[in-house]
T-cell receptor
């Protein structure tokens, strides 16, 4: 199955600043997905990142707040902009795993905004 | 209405017990179904896909009932290492993203 390297694994940030999260996949994938998991909750999709086009955002998420880059088929970044304490969450990237017919996740970025 | 709903749990069971988790989904066009396991402070990991014919992997059995839009996971002979949160996950036809249930926490007690 695909192997995803996600970093940073955790960070504590001041409100009003921005954090960029990176995901590197060991194989080429068409789509990469960014999820948020708030404390005690399940995962919610933020956006789908396609190489060579704008990301597709889900309802409640906007590009100005969560800009995404997808420069090639193995890499993507998610930026959490102008952070507030409500952005404290775990952020995970994911790719479709053709071998398992499921989806593989990065190890997650635990963000705390103070 | 949520796309995917699960038993809220938590389930606390003794070692060796059999435990079953249930899940319902709202969109009849859903095409693929999964159970994921998430350990504390870790990412979700695929436990098993769920097929219409039902499937078994060792102590784990998954069932899908499309008519009732219902998915189940049965764990036999529970081990301490089975303690985790189990997420019911659905992929809708034509969509590329997953819909997650809120998860059911299982604790297996010695």
């Amino acid at each position: 199955s695909a192997v995803i390297s996600q970093k940073p694994s955790r960070d504590i940030c001041q409100r009003g600043t921005s954090l960029t999260i990176q995901c590197q996949v060991d194989s080429q994938v068409t789509m990469m997905f960014w999820y948020r998991q708030q404390p005690g909750q399940s995962l919610t999709l933020i956006a789908t990142a396609n190489q060579g086009s704008e990301a597709t955002y889900e309802s409640g998420f906007v590009i100005d707040k969560f800009p995404i880059s997808r420069p090639n088929l193995t890499f993507s970044t998610l930026t959490v902009s102008n952070m507030s304490p409500e952005d404290s969450s775990i952020y995970l990237c994911s790719v479709e795993d053709g071998t398992n017919y499921g989806y593989t996740f990065g190890s997650g970025t635990r963000l705390t905004v103070v | 209405r949520k796309e995917v709903e699960q038993d809220p749990g938590p389930f606390n069971v003794p070692e060796g017990a059999t435990v079953a988790f249930n899940c319902t989904y709202s969109n009849s066009a859903s095409q693929s179904f999964f159970w994921y396991r998430q350990d504390c402070r870790k990412e979700p990991k695929l436990l098993m896909s769920v097929y219409s014919s039902g499937n078994e992997d060792g102590r784990f059995t998954a069932q899908l009932n499309r008519a009732s839009q219902y998915i189940s996971l049965l764990i036999r002979d529970s081990k301490l290492s089975d303690s985790a949160t189990y997420l019911c996950v659905v992929l809708q036809t034509g969509a590329n993203n997953l819909f997650f249930g809120t998860g059911t926490r299982l604790t297996v007690i010695p």
